[in-house]
RNA sequence: GGAGAGAUGGCCGAGUGGACGAAGGCGCAUGACUCGAAAUCAUGUUUUGCCGUAAGGCAAACGGGGGUUCGAAUCCCCCUCUCUCCGCCA
């Protein structure tokens, strides 16, 4: 929601924000706002005057006819107008900082409760107790949890022989798919970005919490390759003809995960650094939602690859991300840990990123509008690796991989 | 990290204090000419904010921010990025 859209529908607004569960005050940004916007009036009417005062000395020099009365004049204004200029300044500052909290709109299809609205896949049967990953995991000694600690502390992973090499596998057999079946570009970035791109793709301020900063130089470490996909086209314009846009890309992400201490604190369900391969989407805007459901297909074209049962959750408002207008979960089940787990995160951001990061489209018509943005996970890998594995185990304890790996494992088929 | 050069509209490129939102060229759009096209000619061709139902009006913007001045693309300071050279390094 942008300003003119709070101005012409406040009471929708009020409405979004309070289906959000968020707190931002509309009143208080509307009431800035006309002051704000008096101050404008005010100081481009003395610009004016001043401007015309200007002319009239460039005027009087040429013929040399006398000007310091003049001069005196507009130093005067210079002098009032430098305040106002100030006071808007300062008028816009205020807004600035209030906006920053205004969510997106909300999509009319989004339910006002999460909505399982797909289940695929059968959920395994075993004829013994299956095991967690962290059990699993350490009985074939491919992921060690306590020398990762050695390293970083809790809740950060190391994997090993095998399972670094499954980890790596999967990853490449996720960009593979996308690139080479879906279209996708693949890019590999920075993985710690500047501020600006933490604010135009939403995370910030929201989640300034939520992530790593460093202490000596202006960068956050992204916690999602969203950010620094959706800020590749800052300030620029597509032609019509080049959209739409499709990127994805690896990279660790990094979560500080600071409100969740009591939560998945076993194994590495909920860990500070993990891989994700990402999709970003650039579409016109009438195309936007064709194009979320078709990233949701691709998404889940791999979990189908992969043998993992899997079921798609829309989210309510309260659920989404803020910069979101419509977001499905997608969540794989774990036998060992007996759970659902989020795996992907499919949102349809319309031109909300688009705005901040002023990333506009010239249509054929030669009008200028934002673009749409979308963007889903493809996919989150430990949670991947955990409900593979988990579903996977046999009696033994060895893990079946699944048949679309076994090229990328370099023929292994098993772990054990 | 040190030294130097640069950043102007969709692109190239001029502009060192007032007549510059910005010459000239290219591109693009529309029109004329043409059976049609090319060439040629003519006209037009940035964005944002505020006011207005609209037509339109006003203001701002020459990498970003600040300053000097009645007045800044032009002078001064800081920052960013690009290029060249030196140092260092996977």
């Not at 107790?129 to 809740?155: C, M, N, Q, V």
């Not at 990279?251 to 076993?266: I, M």
């Not at 007996?338 to 249509?363: G, H, M, P």
């Amino acid at each position: 929601m942008d300003l003119k859209f709070i101005r012409n529908n406040p009471e929708l607004a009020k409405q979004i924000i309070r289906r959000r569960n968020e707190s931002i005050s509309i009143d208080e940004i509307l009431q800035i706002d006309e002051v704000r916007r008096k101050t404008i009036q005010m100081r481009d009417q003395l610009r004016m005057e001043h401007r015309r005062l200007t002319e009239e000395i460039a005027q009087r020099k040429v013929q040399q006819t006398p000007v310091e009365e003049l001069i005196i004049q507009a130093k005067e204004l210079a002098d009032k107008i430098r305040q106002i200029e100030a006071e808007v300044k300062q008028k816009e500052t205020e807004l600035e900082k209030k906006l920053a909290y205004v969510p997106n709109v909300i999509h009319e299809s989004v339910p006002n409760e999460d909505t399982i609205v797909k289940n695929w896949g059968d959920i395994p049967k075993f004829s013994f107790k299956p095991r967690p990953h962290w059990e699993l995991g350490e009985t074939l000694d491919i992921i060690d949890f306590k020398r990762a600690a050695k390293l970083a502390g809790s809740r950060f992973v190391l994997f090993k022989g095998p399972g670094a090499l499954l980890e790596r596998s999967l990853i490449n057999f996720c960009l593979d798919v996308h690139i080479k079946k879906h279209g996708y570009i693949e890019i590999n970035p920075p993985s710690l970005n500047l501020e600006i791109c933490f604010y135009n793709s939403g995370a910030l301020p929201k989640l300034a919490d939520e992530m790593y900063r460093c202490a000596n130089d202006p960068f956050y470490l992204i916690p999602t390759a969203e950010v620094p996909l959706v800020n590749l086209h800052q300030n620029e314009c597509f032609a019509e003809k080049d959209l739409p846009k499709y990127y994805t890309a690896y990279t660790p992400c990094f979560r500080r995960e600071a409100g969740s201490y009591g939560k998945d604190v076993r194994g590495m369900i909920r860990i500070h650094q993990f891989d994700k391969v990402e999709l970003v989407k650039f579409t016109v805007p009438e195309q936007s939602y064709h194009e979320h459901e078709k990233m949701r297909e691709d998404v889940e074209e791999l979990l189908q690859l992969l043998e993992l049962p899997y079921r798609v959750k829309l989210l309510s408002p309260s659920e989404m991300a803020f910069q979101s207008a419509k977001t499905y979960d997608i969540e794989v089940w774990a036998a060992g840990c007996e759970a659902w787990l989020e795996v992907s995160s499919i949102s349809n951001c319309e031109n909300f990123q688009a705005k901040r990061a002023n990333i506009r489209v010239r249509r054929n018509n030669n009008e200028l509008e934002y673009v749409h943005i979308l963007n889903g996970s493809g996919l989150a890998f430990p949670r991947i690796f955990i409900a593979l594995i988990e579903n996977n185990q046999q009696p033994d304890g060895s893990v079946l991989i699944p048949k679309v790996l076994w090229s990328y494992m370099g023929g292994i088929t098993k772990i054990e």
